[in-house]
């Protein structure tokens, strides 16, 4: 009872002084985004922001998308200068929690000088934070995102550089049937949007070519002991084995089948793209297969330069996603530069970029090549199969498949 | 510090004084909010008037008329002057859907003093409720091509949701209801994780929920023709079904089965020997509970057009146990005050602290590890806030306080020597 | 459907012993906890996570000096499951000092509070020293016996199916007999164990047979979280991964095995986490082939937890425990 006022009268001072700081002109912003007043370059700020998990458990995929990003746009810094604007990275972690992710959007929708939105990793996160960048126009690309549904609902903003879940799925299953002969698949998925839509599409296709699935059964995200379903697999006795997730859970399901005795091959998605994967299934990786949308980063012109830049600016081995990332993040300046080109130099709209972003055509990244169709997916995706044939990342490309 | 004591004392006492230092308050927040292009602080000042009303003198009656337009008029005005309108109001909206989920658990734990851990699951069923029947997964089920249902349906389905959230509120509590104390924080904790689990695996054998691939497309709620797409809007929504829920939880807290719940609360045994029907009592605490949640599920499960089960887990339950706790377990103006708090440092003051840093660190200034990113550290803020109000401050923020009863209604109290006292006594909040 | 469940038998049983070894070491911090302060002591799920990353560190540190070569396989192990132990030891007494003590006459609920408070904190320690050092807080664990051996089931019958044992399990088999056998020892038959027992028993008479309470509850912390703390190093070694949020779950789980048995008692936490442990393993393996493919593994956990709910509504005192009537 005593202490209140007291309280009350200390606070109202302290907003005394606050306010009296913020109307003074100015700002009082916590926050990094304080308007023009932040341009110290001079000129106009163009700024992109990028969402992708920072935090939680897929953040080394996260963080990818975020470095690959900035990357690309160091590279772009000097022509833009050159236009008189600075450019300017946001990056947010969206925490794979849908309702981070949203909230998230609307804080960049409010913020004027954000032109496009690079991300998200998580589908499910994706999916309903194009509903909000519609509402503002802001264009996004996903360097990860796979589900249909995605870009099936032909939202103007949402595209994306991989390839949907129902190409590569299918497209795994055509390896899988036909080149290795498998003939008996068991299919393990993670109860994940992703896991399990990429696992479904792999398990119709590969019925439809003629392979029996001798199981098909879930597993939960962040567990250790896969043996339950490991079990019902060696019973089964596979000739392969198919996994929908991500590295932390396919990591262990690789070592532990061979700790049972299980000899089949395991594949999974362009989730065990990464280098987390080796690290944890240490030797037993060799002869396990991926299918990636990107292709060998070595064997496309300036890759072999680029990884290694890469890894000098961040200490890190890129990731399948960095090079998306920097892909998606090409595209999204190389639309607002023809759009200030034809603007003359005025900041151009959303709505242009928007335009802009859509309308790219044979562009030519780090990763893959793009061409966005009228739904937002990559025309050109590719999917690519890779194996390890030892215990180092990345494994070696062993077949390509088109669309 | 005589000065300082000299302007206390007169601000206690004279109205005048401090309607004039409100007015001049929110005038100058809600200035600042208008005129500058994005100032958090400006803006959670601007909440913050809320704040200050709760503790000048008025009579309730007055309290609520200002509030009421400091709601509904002056915070929307207000953030509507510059781009981030919608920003400010999406965490307005967010705020007030965790308000109200926290003061459905209160009720539960605070007024009931039965620990549930699992209080999400309520709100996933009401987001679900609607979620399944506003796109077209219904028609997996039910046979005919009814669905999705239009949005104008989401006003009947706020309902709907409010009561299959209490339905299974009352599911839960029946078997509950024999395990006590910490036991029961256990199993709600159990069976939250089980709704969730189900939710997440009931695409087969019949498909309900859509698995882990979450319903998306779902349809925007609709009034006359006219479509809710932007947080502004759903702000209103929001306040709407908040001052309902806080006004049914002002009169439920004195009623006879808000004394009821206290009564269990501080002796079970001796409540039921007093005639409290112990399995009614608890089983309505879960279902009236359970039934706030479940009408924000609606709401929220409207304004994100897509819900999956990631946003029902175990740190949902914690979060808002957190929101109830620090603001102090039984108390509503506490809980409102918690709620509030946990949202915006969860939504707005680590993402932009986070934002401020990265900011720094790109330019050289100083080097943050990433690690200690501040919107990573939410489970270690969490459990600070547990452990010290737990030590600390067991009451919360603002502690809960019976409402004093003058003597004369006191009736057959002879053995009442004392005098009443004029400040209300600030009774034991402890639950058990 | 039979033929295919027999057929498996072995290996679940194999896996769901390991399994059911280390939530009964688990279990017996939550038991004697509950015995002695009828206390839930949530952050022993992050106690027993602790540990798995105090011992893989310093395994990692050893990897890295270059002794893990020169010493003894079995020794290192030793000097790990021992290092955690005082680790998670220390760290459990510093938890009850800081976090319960100045609650203990506050109301259940509050000290609840407080341990959920504890396992959160644990947890984003743990996870940002993790990340510091190594980037990302998901670890590897280097293996200390990478070996396994077939056992040849069928060869008894054909009915049965072969099982592959990893040379670990048989080493988490040792461990978790010799450390139950120790402390039933312990409390059975030292003097601290009597002392143990009696504050169990009631803690006010205990202090007036002068028993300093105070220091039997920071030994009961020290032991429970040290068992705690060494299942996390055979854990990291089963499994070959961890991370920060390990504990929670397992922590449930082991709780519900110390519910099964009848909370308090030492010998009933044993047999319910070897009971939970197979069951768990079993309904993994199993669900799917006798739902016909309707409810798979993915259900496990719903299993699990619905096993402690029904043992806490139709007999809450668990298989082993004394029914307490409850007073005014």
Same mark, same amino acid.
Not at chain 1, 389 to 394: E, I, K, L, S, V
Not at chain 3, 37 to 42: G, R, S, T
């Given at each position: 009872m005593k202490g209140r006022w007291n309280g009350i009268v200390a606070a109202v001072l302290a907003v005394g002084l606050l306010a009296g700081c913020g109307n003074g002109g100015s700002t009082t912003t916590t926050g990094a985004s304080s308007g023009g007043s932040s341009g110290s370059a001079g000129g106009k700020v163009i700024k992109i922001a990028t969402q992708s998990p920072l935090s939680g458990g897929s953040s080394i995929q996260g963080e990818a998308i975020r470095l690959g990003a900035q990357m690309s746009m160091e590279d772009h810094k000097e022509d833009f200068s050159k236009l008189g604007y600075s450019l300017e990275l946001v990056p947010y972690d969206d925490q794979g929690d849908p309702k981070k992710g949203v909230a998230n959007a609307e804080q960049i929708g409010a913020d004027q000088a954000v032109l496009g939105v690079i991300g998200h990793l998580n589908s499910g996160v994706s999916i309903p934070s194009s509903v909000v960048y519609e509402k503002y126009n802001i264009p996004m690309i996903s360097p990860a995102s796979t589900a249909t549904e995605f870009t099936d609902r032909k939202l103007k903003v949402a595209n994306r550089v991989v390839a949907r879940d129902d190409f590569q799925g299918p497209a795994a299953a055509e390896y899988a049937v036909k080149t290795v002969g498998a003939k008996k698949i068991f299919v393990i998925q993670d109860k994940t949007a992703y896991g399990q839509g990429l696992a479904e599409a792999f398990r119709d296709k590969a019925q439809e070519l003629g392979a029996t699935i001798a199981g098909y059964e879930g597993i939960t995200v962040g567990e250790k002991d896969f043996n339950g379903v490991l079990n019902i697999a060696a019973t089964q006795n596979p000739d392969f084995i198919f996994f929908g997730g991500l590295y932390a859970e396919g990591g262990l399901i690789i070592k532990q089948a061979r700790d049972k005795g299980i000899t089949a091959p395991i594949m999974g998605g362009d989730a065990l793209d990464s280098s987390g994967l080796v690290e944890i299934a240490g030797a037993d990786v060799k002869g396990s297969l991926y299918s990636s949308v990107a292709g060998e980063i070595a064997k496309m012109e300036g890759g072999t330069d680029w990884a290694a830049r890469y890894q000098k600016e961040f200490s890190k081995v890129p990731e399948g996603y960095s090079a998306y990332a920097y892909d998606s993040m090409t595209i999204m300046l190389d639309a607002i530069k023809k759009t200030l080109d034809s603007s003359g130099g005025e900041m151009p709209s959303r709505e242009t970029v928007r335009d802009a972003v859509r309308a790219t055509k044979d562009f030519k990244g780090i990763a893959t090549e793009v061409s966005f169709d009228d739904k937002g997916d990559n025309s050109f995706a590719k999917v690519y199969i890779y194996e390890f044939?030892?215990?180092?990342?990345?494994g070696k490309l062993v077949s390509e498949v088109s669309q | 510090m005589s000065k300082l004591d000299n302007m206390r004392i007169t601000l206690r006492e004279n109205k005048l004084a401090q309607i004039v230092l409100l007015v001049l308050f929110t005038l100058v927040t809600a200035a600042a909010v208008y005129l500058m292009e994005r100032s958090v602080t400006a803006f959670l000042l601007l909440l913050a008037s809320l704040l200050l009303l709760y503790y000048t003198s008025f009579t309730n009656g007055i309290k609520w008329i200002i509030a009421l337009v400091l709601l509904l008029v002056v915070i929307p005005f207000a953030s509507s002057g510059g781009t981030s309108y919608d920003s400010y109001m999406e965490v307005a909206t967010q705020c007030g859907i965790y308000v109200a989920m926290a003061l459905g658990l209160n009720i539960v734990v605070g007024f009931a003093g039965l620990l549930d851990m699992g209080f999400v699951a309520f709100f996933a069923v009401g987001a679900y409720t609607y979620g399944i029947f506003a796109t077209d997964q219904a028609n997996n089920f039910i046979s005919g091509d009814l669905f999705p249902l239009s949005g104008g349906t989401f006003w009947i389905f706020i309902l709907i949701g409010g009561f299959m959230a209490g339905i299974f509120g009352i599911l839960l509590g029946l078997p509950v209801l024999r395990v006590k104390g910490d036991y029961l924080a256990i199993v709600t904790l159990g069976f939250g994780e089980i709704i969730r689990i189900i939710f997440n695996n009931l695409e087969k054998p019949v498909n309900i929920t859509n698995g882990a691939m979450g319903l998306s497309s779902i349809q925007p709620p609709d009034l006359f023709g006219f479509d809710f797409t932007f947080p502004h809007q759903y702000y209103f929504i929001v306040i709407a079904i908040l001052l309902v829920v806080i006004f049914a939880v002002r009169r439920l807290e004195h009623s006879r089965l808000g004394r009821s719940w206290k009564a269990v609360r501080e002796n079970e045994i001796a409540a039921q020997s007093m005639g409290i029907p112990l399995i009614r009592t608890k089983l309505i605490a879960f279902a009236i509970g359970a039934s706030f949640s479940g009408m924000m599920g609606v709401v929220f499960a409207a304004k994100q057009t897509f819900i999956d089960p990631t946003s029902f887990t175990l740190i949902e339950s914690t979060t808002i146990l957190v929101m109830v706790v620090l603001g102090g377990m039984g108390s509503v103006p506490g809980v409102i005050l918690g709620a509030s708090l946990v949202t915006i440092l969860n939504l707005q003051v680590l993402t932009e602290l986070t934002n401020w840093l990265n900011q720094l660190s790109m330019q050289g200034i100083i080097e943050v590890p990433n690690a200690l990113s501040p919107s990573k550290m939410q489970r270690f803020i969490f459990g600070m806030i547990l452990i010290l109000v737990a030590i600390f401050r067991p009451n919360g923020l603002i502690a809960a306080k019976n409402r004093k009863i003058p003597k004369e209604v006191v009736t057959g109290g002879p053995h009442q020597h004392h005098k009443v006292p004029a400040t209300p006594i600030s009774a034991k909040a402890n639950p058990e | 459907m039979f033929a295919s469940i027999l057929q498996t038998l072995p290996q679940v049983l194999i896996d769901g012993l390991a399994l059911g070894a280390i939530y009964a070491v688990v279990a017996l911090g939550y038991t004697m906890v509950y015995g002695i !302060?009828? !206390?839930?002591?949530?952050?022993h799920g992050e106690i027993f996570m602790t540990g798995a990353f105090a011992g893989t560190s310093v395994l990692l540190l050893f990897q890295s000096m270059g002794w893990l070569g020169s010493l003894p396989a079995w020794f290192s192990y030793v000097l790990i499951i021992f290092i955690a132990m005082m680790v998670t030891g220390a760290l459990g007494v510093g938890i009850e000092r800081v976090a319960y003590r100045p609650l203990r006459k506050a109301p259940k609920l509050i000290s609840l509070i407080s341990a959920f408070g504890v396992s959160f904190v644990l947890q984003d320690l743990v996870r940002f020293i993790a990340e510091l050092k190594t980037g990302n807080y998901i670890i590897s664990v280097p293996q200390l016996f990478d070996g396994r051996f077939t056992l040849g089931f069928s060869s008894m019958t054909a009915m049965f199916g072969n099982a592959t044992v990893k040379t670990n399990t048989i080493f988490i088999f040792i461990v978790a007999i010799v450390l139950m056998i120790g402390l039933d020892i312990f409390v059975n038959r030292t003097k601290w164990g009597g002392a143990m027992r009696a504050v169990a028993q009631d803690r006010e008479t205990a202090s007036l047979m002068s028993i300093n309470v105070n220091k039997v509850i920071l030994l009961t912390f020290f032991i429970g979280s040290a068992l705690g703390g060494s299942t996390g190093v055979l854990f990291a070694q089963q499994y070959g991964t961890i991370d920060p949020y390990i504990g929670f779950i397992l922590g449930l789980k082991a709780f519900t095995a110390a519910v099964l048995g009848g909370i308090g008692n030492i010998r009933g936490a044993m047999f319910g986490g070897v009971v939970i442990g197979v069951l768990e393993m079993f309904a993994s393996a199993n669900l799917g082939i006798m739902t016909g493919g309707n409810f798979g593994a993915e259900y496990k956990d719903v299993f699990a937890f619905a096993i402690l709910i029904v043992v806490l509504i139709f007999k809450p005192e668990g298989l082993f425990g004394r029914a307490v009537k409850e007073k005014v």
């Open positions: 044939a030892g215990d180092t990342y990345p | - | !302060l009828e !206390l839930i002591n949530f952050a």
